[in-house]
């Protein structure tokens, strides 16, 4: 089972930024970030995934694309979450989740492995 380490969550005020890293035991072909807000349903909001072949994919949902990017190092085991503008509805609970692709489908993904989260307070 992949172990994954989330750190670089914190508070910060409206239009700040932040960096979020998770650090992986080792590779997986899809690693994202999910978030929980308090009363509301987990939401995947970025993915990068791999075919192992050389082709790969990211996606970022509406609610955060044009202000968050996902990215990786060289060595694929540590994926960082850059977010900037954030905005007080960015608040949740940050978790990274790592797991295959599903029938073998770049972006498309199970997530079996997760990280214990990191929190992010987005003040007004």
């Known amino acids: 089972q992949v172990r994954l380490v989330e750190s670089g969550g914190g508070s910060v005020q409206a239009g700040g930024s932040l960096r979020l890293s998770c650090a992986a035991s080792?590779?997986?072909?899809?690693v994202a970030w999910w978030r929980q807000a308090p009363g509301k349903q987990r939401e995947v909001i970025a993915v990068i995934s791999t075919d192992g072949i050389g082709e790969s994919a990211k996606s970022l949902s509406d609610s955060v694309r044009g202000r968050f990017t996902i990215s990786q190092d060289d060595s694929k085991r540590a994926t960082y979450l850059q977010m900037n503008n954030l905005k007080p509805e960015d608040t949740a609970t940050y978790f990274c989740?790592?797991?295959?692709?599903?029938?073998?489908?770049?972006?498309?993904?199970?997530?079996?492995?997760w990280g214990q989260g990191t929190q992010v307070t987005v003040s007004s």
């Open positions: 080792e590779n997986s072909a899809c």
């Open positions: 989740a790592a797991g295959p692709l599903r029938g073998g489908r770049i972006g498309e993904c199970l997530y079996p492995a």
